[in-house]
């Protein structure tokens, strides 16, 4: 069964960092585009940050120069850094890659 693991969430206060990683089983996807994602409370899902085939990176507007995203093809393991975290970061954060999705895991920053 091919599954998708995020961990590292957790509550913070505003300005902390938070390392989410995502980890896959069942089969491999090194050198797959890994996408992060996140939903917030109410909201619609929204596009975070993507790590191309190639290793190109695109992030959200909002998250740019705070969020780093990173990959260890070799481990099996992705990475989302996140700094200088605000209230607005607050949501559940997902990793995605080719039609595969993690459960999620949640992060929530208080001021």
């Known amino acids: 069964q091919v599954q998708l693991l995020e961990s590292g969430g957790g509550l913070v206060q505003a300005g902390a960092s938070l390392r989410l990683s995502c980890s896959a089983s069942?089969?491999?996807?090194?050198?797959?585009?890994v996408t992060w994602y996140r939903r917030a409370p109410g909201k619609e899902r929204e596009f975070v940050a993507v790590s191309t085939k190639s290793g190109q990176t695109y992030y959200k507007n909002s998250v740019k120069g705070r969020f780093t995203i990173s990959r260890d093809d070799a481990q099996e393991t992705w990475y989302l850094e996140m700094t200088s975290l605000k209230t607005e970061d607050t949501a559940m954060y997902y990793c995605?890659?080719?039609?595969?999705w993690g459960q999620g895991t949640q992060v929530t920053v208080y001021s």
């Open positions: 995605s890659m080719d039609k595969y």
């Open positions: 069942g089969r491999t996807f090194s050198g797959y585009p």
